[in-house]
């Protein structure tokens, strides 16, 4: 059994303008110890993903419309705020953005750390410091700044106070969004590793939100590509990178300068992402798919598996498969 | 390790705070200032050379002497004695009226701000009902309905100072509430409470602590308008802006006897100002140095 798993989660937001479709349809599953990279545009509903698997989705004006988030076979959809606090920190854990942001800037990183360990587990006070001590001291920095504030803290540093505090209670899924976007590339490695590193010691799961495709090669073990709100093909690393099958996913690629190649100019994909709130008729990449055919506006594509473990949602899969294979 | 890790801990909670007031100067000086004051007053019975309520026509309206620091008012009663004594009462006054319009105020507004929606518009409405009616004549109408008397007053100017820290609570947490580390605490699996109590409350202070030293001097004026007519400190009792109104209409002949408890108003005011915004910069620290 998978450790998660979405079924046809669909997180729409109410607002006064209309209703934002951020995540429509969503299909995607965790197994232990696997790393899966989220990928996609900015306003793809990534965030929100994570937050609806949280259950912290703001409501109002968010609501999940339908769908089920089996964690161990539970669904967390229908579980009430209090139990939910007890498997937020302890069973799932995120990482934020920001790491600027995400301390409380009047409180101590011990004090910070101590307090999850002390939500979820019976531990003295005194306990529940020693505790946050080792875990300050396995993310890389030392004890004796247990009792400094975040404002002492280099960027880097206090992600690293970030995912201290989300390993503090062993979660079994990690949700890391987007956790190296605000550092800089030379920490952005350090702390990807140290995170890998980390996973593998506790044997977490992890699923990684980001819209850096390189970050994904690095670290993942299976990649799903997100676009508004859906996903338009998933599978292993190497289903992906080396056999890629949606239009989409081709283009992300063909927007990365290549070492290899000498490309004078990019192919970047035309037009911008579609207002969330007015969607397309049938497939929704369809205005910026340069293999589009008639049918494609019309209908919304089915998901098919075109290799064990590898679905696209797109029935021209074999015309983007072709080309990609020439290069 | 964990042993050093927690002393360097406890270090940086209370020390290290104390340790920035210490370092602003003018802060220190408006301490030691607002310390001599309270020991001044709270010494009274010993300090005060004649009882508050002790007439002696000989001497009425007498300028400062030797015998009289502070010279004597129309009923020949000592001044300096009377403002001793009165800063008993308006120190106590100024400091409990605050901390009811904090208390009652304060969790309206961090109530209001929190939860937002419906919530929000109840409380934030009946804090405008508060707001429609000018502060002073809320505490006129309180202190008619309760009568007179120290309690009363204290009361009355309480109540008449909650909206201003509603408001102040409320732009403070409707700030902080928003930030990404509060979603960071939900996400940990924080409790509403654990929420507001630990992480929106302390950082929201800052502003609060800064209206509340000036609240202080404001609710001691406040309360000096409602014993000028009548309503709050009754005679004989002395009280800093009772005596400010008792000498007003001998002002032109007689400076003396509202010079006195008028300086004795300012320098307080200003030991809380000075007070209030070294705690600002101590308290806070995003502004370190």
């Known amino acids: 059994m998978n450790l998660l798993e979405l079924k046809d989660l669909t997180i729409h937001y109410f607002t006064d303008e209309g209703v934002v479709k951020a995540v429509n349809g969503l299909t995607l599953s965790v197994g232990a110890g696997e790393t899966v990279g989220l990928v996609g545009e900015t306003g793809a509903g990534k965030t929100t993903t994570a937050l609806g698997i949280m259950n912290l989705v703001p409501d109002p004006p968010g609501k999940i419309v339908s769908g089920e988030i089996l964690y161990q076979g539970e669904d967390l959809a229908k579980k009430n705020q209090m139990e939910m606090r007890d498997i937020r920190g302890r069973q799932i854990s995120m990482i934020f953005q920001d790491p600027m942001t995400a301390l409380n800037p009047v409180l101590t990183v011990g004090d910070q750390i101590a307090e999850v360990i002390r939500l979820h587990e019976e531990l003295s006070r005194a306990d529940a410091y020693i505790k946050a001590a080792k875990m300050l001291e396995m993310v890389g920095i030392p004890s004796e700044r247990l009792g400094e504030y975040p404002h002492q803290f280099s960027g880097g540093m206090k992600q690293r106070v970030v995912i201290a505090i989300a390993l503090a209670c062993s979660p079994k899924l990690l949700i890391a969004d987007e956790p190296t976007t605000a550092l800089d590339v030379t920490i952005q490695a350090q702390v990807l590793k140290m995170m890998n590193d980390l996973k593998q010691n506790l044997g977490t799961s992890m699923i990684l939100i980001t819209h850096d495709l390189g970050v994904v090669a690095e670290t993942c073990d299976k990649v799903a590509i997100m676009y508004a709100g859906e996903i338009v093909e998933s599978g292993s690393l190497e289903d992906i990178f080396l056999h890629t099958a949606h239009p989409y996913t081709k283009g992300l690629f063909e927007s990365i300068p290549s070492l290899k190649k000498d490309t004078k100019r990019l192919k970047p994909i035309k037009g911008l992402m579609p207002d969330p709130r007015s969607l397309p008729e049938g497939c929704s990449f369809s205005p910026r798919c340069p293999y589009v055919k008639e049918k494609c506006a019309l209908e919304d594509p089915q998901v098919t598996e075109i290799a064990e473990g590898h679905f696209v949602k797109c029935p021209y899969w074999r015309d983007v498969h072709l080309n990609r294979e020439e290069l | ?289």
């Not at chain 2, 105020?105 to 937002?116: D, E, Q, T």
């Not at chain 2, 929000?120 to 502060?135: G, W």
């Open chain 2, 1 to 289: 390790m964990s042993e050093q890790a927690l002393s360097s801990k406890k270090k940086s909670m209370g020390a290290e705070k104390f340790h920035a007031f210490m370092k602003n100067k003018l802060a220190v000086a408006g301490a030691m200032l607002l310390i001599a004051m309270i020991l001044l007053v709270a010494l009274s019975p010993v300090l005060a050379p004649y009882g508050y309520d002790e007439q002696n026509y000989e001497v009425a309206r007498q300028t400062p002497s030797f015998h009289h620091l502070a010279g004597t008012d129309e009923l020949g009663r000592d001044i300096f004695s009377r403002i001793l004594y009165g800063g008993r009462v308006s120190l106590t006054i100024g400091i409990i009226s605050v901390g009811i319009g904090l208390l009652c105020g304060g969790s309206l507004g961090i109530l209001a701000a929190y939860y937002g929606g419906i919530t929000e518009t109840v409380l934030m409405r009946i804090i405008d009902i508060l707001m429609a009616i000018p502060s002073i004549i809320l505490a006129i109408s309180i202190c008619a309905a309760l009568g007179s008397g120290i309690v009363n007053t204290m009361i009355a100017v309480g109540i008449s100072s909650i909206p201003t820290y509603a408001r102040v609570f409320r732009s403070a947490v409707i700030s902080e509430k928003s930030k990404e580390y509060i979603e960071a605490s939900r996400a940990v699996g924080a409790g509403n409470m654990r929420i507001i109590l630990r992480h929106i409350l302390p950082n929201s202070l800052a502003p609060v602590i800064v209206q509340a030293s000036l609240g202080v001097a404001q609710a001691i004026t406040t309360a000096a308008s409602l014993s000028f007519i009548g309503l709050g400190i009754q005679p004989p009792n002395p009280e800093w802006g009772a005596l400010l109104s008792g000498g007003r209409q001998y002002i032109r002949d007689y400076p003396h006897m509202v010079v006195y408890p008028g300086i004795a108003i300012m320098l307080t005011v200003l030991a809380l100002n000075l007070i209030g915004d070294g705690l600002r910069d101590a308290l806070d620290p995003r502004l370190k140095r």
